[in-house]
């Protein structure tokens, strides 16, 4: 028999807020984190997207200035998450060799390797500093976890794209339901608002180029919409297996009854227009959780608001849900926060969380003129939901990556 | 103009101070890096490469392993002032 997984513990630092609650009040009053650029880069190098989701309390106001210096700012936000995940969850007394950390980013540490190439073309290789290696490394911010609190049990990154936080999250479903473990930190972090990434991803025509009204530039099913916005930030959430939390007289916010992952195998970054691999994601999660589409009653979506995006997600849940899908209220706070990559699953695992013990679903902002390709119940002001539901969050990444993760009430 | 010992000392202490957060008092000419301050081996390279870098001096990587003290890295990087 496999063991039931909570959440107990959430931890958050995004364009909204530094924690958790200062976000989700903030994702409920409908604003948006998305503002104009303020570094000299931009125009040196004349990148030509001016605005994205920078994280509203920066690491350098909440670590030590040694924490700065020795871990790569995805690693910075990591630890800031799941320190708070951690402190809210109130665990004093565990097995070290029992918890385990599940963490996820996108791109890793491209702040440090790029400026360490900066070093090495201006200084030469001795300029190099010996820290480089492990700050830049996509493992940097799960192994920083883990040392952090001092998990012993298995430290594990999920890399895909910007399914990897919610994939993360799938990740850690397994070992706590066979009670091999007691305890998962999961989540993801990015940081990587940077002129490489701006540049590339401008270059795929991927990012919104609304440069005269950055808040207005994440609007997700919105006919205007014209790409996502970049965001920065971490998610971590702490996981335990229904004994252990009853055990220690936990507060449970939900469970989390499900996570699967599948593949497009039909390009490297446009997404199957058909939504089959992401159907299929969504079908394997309420299978594991035991449900049917039917139960589904609030969706947090992936919606990064590029036009062939929010599209293929749509046919995918059109699938899955078929003509009951307009009865589903569906939420897409990218449309608020930007998209964090690698930390947006984790973050809107969080939301989801959230709207699922508040009982309150979060706006989408900016839907002014509804894509009339895309027929959802989209959720524009907070709206109730029941006391006993199911709801899900799908991430979707470049490489065809599909990860969705399935909440239920805990009551 | 090459610096004093004492400015070296300063200069050295600041250094470990922002790698290692140990206290710049702490940073006292007898004081063994390894022994005394806790350093680690990464963070000593780190160190190296800093001081190479404010004192404009150069640090071989055998000479590394002869600075055991803050006092043996001080005498070396005054005199490699030239």
């Known amino acids: 028999m496999n063991k039931k997984v909570v959440v107990t513990g959430l931890g958050a630092t995004t364009p909204?807020?530094?924690?958790?609650?200062?976000?989700?009040q903030a994702l409920l009053q409908g604003e948006s984190g998305i503002k104009t650029l303020e570094y000299d880069w931009l125009s040196q190098h004349d990148i030509p997207v001016t605005f994205a989701g920078v994280a509203k309390v920066q690491p350098k106001d909440v670590l030590t200035l040694q924490e700065t210096k020795r871990?790569?700012?995805?690693?910075?936000?990591?630890?800031?998450?799941?320190?708070?995940?951690?402190?809210?969850?109130g665990i004093t007394d565990f097995v070290p060799e029992?918890?385990?950390?599940?963490?996820?980013?996108?791109?890793?540490?491209?702040?440090?390797?790029?400026?360490?190439?900066?070093?090495?073309?201006?200084?030469?290789?001795?300029?190099?500093?010996?820290?480089?290696?492990?700050?830049?490394?996509?493992?940097?911010?799960?192994?920083?976890?883990?040392?952090?609190?001092?998990?012993?049990?298995?430290?594990?990154?999920?890399?895909s794209a910007c399914a990897s936080g919610t994939e993360a999250i799938a990740n850690a479903i397994a070992r706590l339901q066979t009670g091999e473990i007691d305890i998962v930190v999961a989540g993801g972090c990015e940081a990587a608002i940077h002129p490489l990434t701006i540049s590339a991803f401008a270059s795929m025509h991927a990012l919104s180029r609304r440069n005269d009204e950055p808040a207005r530039a994440s609007r997700p099913y919105d006919i205007n919409r014209d790409g996502f916005v970049m965001a920065e930030g971490a998610g971590a959430v702490v996981l335990e297996t229904e004994e252990h939390a009853l055990a220690r007289g936990?507060?449970?916010?939900?469970?989390?009854?499900?996570?699967?992952?599948?593949?497009?195998?039909?390009?490297?970054?446009?997404p199957d227009p058909e939504g089959t691999g992401a159907a299929r994601a969504v079908i394997g999660a309420l299978n594991m959780a035991?449900?049917?589409?039917?139960?589904?009653?609030?969706?947090?979506?992936?919606?990064?608001?590029?036009?062939?995006?929010?599209?293929?997600?749509y046919q995918a849940l059109k699938r899955v849900f078929g003509d009951d899908l307009k009865k589903i209220p569906v939420s897409a706070t990218k449309s608020s926060t930007g998209h964090l990559l690698g930390g947006a699953g984790a973050i809107e695992a969080i939301f989801t969380i959230l709207a699922i013990h508040e009982k309150v679903a979060p706006p989408t902002i900016n839907l002014e003129d509804p894509d009339p390709e895309i027929d959802l119940d989209v959720v524009t002001s907070p709206r109730a939901l029941g006391d006993n539901i199911l709801a899900i969050s799908n991430s979707f990444g470049f490489g065809g990556h599909n990860a969705v993760v399935v909440f239920r009430s805990y009551n | 103009?090459?610096?004093?010992?004492?400015?070296?000392?300063?200069?050295?202490?600041?250094?470990?101070?922002?790698?290692?957060?140990?206290?710049?008092?702490?940073?006292?000419?007898?004081?063994?890096?390894?022994?005394?301050?806790?350093?680690?081996?990464?963070s000593m390279?780190?160190?190296?490469?800093?001081?190479?870098?404010?004192?404009?001096?150069?640090?071989?990587?055998?000479?590394?392993?002869?600075?055991?003290t803050v006092g043996d890295a001080v005498n070396f990087i005054t005199s490699a002032q030239g």
């Open chain 1, 16 to 24: 909204l807020g530094g924690d958790t609650k200062t976000s989700w």
């Open chain 1, 71 to 89: 871990l790569d700012p995805s690693s910075q936000f990591a630890v800031i998450a799941a320190r708070e995940a951690w402190a809210d969850a």
């Open chain 1, 98 to 159: 029992r918890l385990a950390v599940e963490f996820a980013t996108g791109i890793g540490g491209i702040w440090t390797l790029l400026d360490a190439y900066d070093t090495l073309k201006e200084k030469g290789p001795r300029r190099v500093l010996p820290m480089t290696v492990p700050m830049l490394m996509p493992n940097g911010p799960a192994a920083a976890i883990g040392m952090d609190l001092a998990a012993r049990g298995g430290v594990r990154t999920a890399v």
């Open chain 1, 250 to 270: 936990a507060k449970i916010y939900a469970e989390l009854a499900g996570g699967y992952v599948t593949s497009d195998a039909h390009h490297i970054t446009a």
């Open chain 1, 290 to 313: 035991g449900a049917k589409p039917g139960d589904v009653a609030h969706i947090n979506a992936h919606a990064t608001s590029t036009s062939v995006g929010d599209v293929a997600e």
């Open chain 2, 1 to 42: 103009m090459a610096l004093s010992q004492n400015e070296v000392l300063v200069g050295l202490a600041e250094i470990v101070n922002e790698e290692t957060g140990i206290d710049v008092e702490s940073v006292q000419m007898g004081k063994s890096f390894t022994n005394d301050l806790d350093i680690d081996s990464i």
């Open chain 2, 45 to 68: 390279m780190t160190i190296v490469v800093n001081a190479e870098e404010k004192f404009g001096v150069k640090i071989p990587d055998e000479e590394v392993k002869n600075l055991l």
